[in-house]
Nanobody, 120 residues
């Protein structure tokens, strides 16, 4: 069974920075794409940033130039560096990964989420 555990959320003032981490644990063959999503109160979950196993990246327009996604394959961890935070970045941030299991099944795994609150 594969688990994703996020960390790094918290309360920060507008203009500040936070770094989120998401570590995968368990038994698996390989982790493919890893993606950060977020869900603000009363809104739908939205994609924030994604990174492939080859480290190609994509970002939501709202975070381009402010957020940077990266991964450390040796640690099975993905990061989200968030700079110049705005109150509208307030949300629960979720990590998602496409995981190839030992049985060579591709499964979609979600973390439990970490809360980011940006005060004005």
């Amino acid at each position: 069974q594969v688990q994703l555990v996020e960390s790094g959320g918290g309360l920060v003032q507008a203009g500040g920075s936070l770094r989120l981490s998401c570590a995968a644990s368990g038994s698996f063959f390989r982790i493919n794409a890893m993606t950060w999503y977020r869900q603000a109160p009363g809104k739908q979950r939205e994609l924030v940033a994604g990174i492939t196993s080859g480290e190609s990246t994509n970002y939501a327009d709202s975070v381009k130039g402010r957020f940077t996604i990266s991964r450390d394959n040796a640690k099975n961890t993905v990061y989200l560096q968030m700079n110049s935070l705005k109150p509208e970045d307030t949300a629960v941030y979720y990590c998602n990964a496409g995981v190839l299991t030992i049985a060579l099944l591709l499964v979609d795994v979600w973390g439990q989420g970490t809360l980011v609150t940006v005060s004005s």
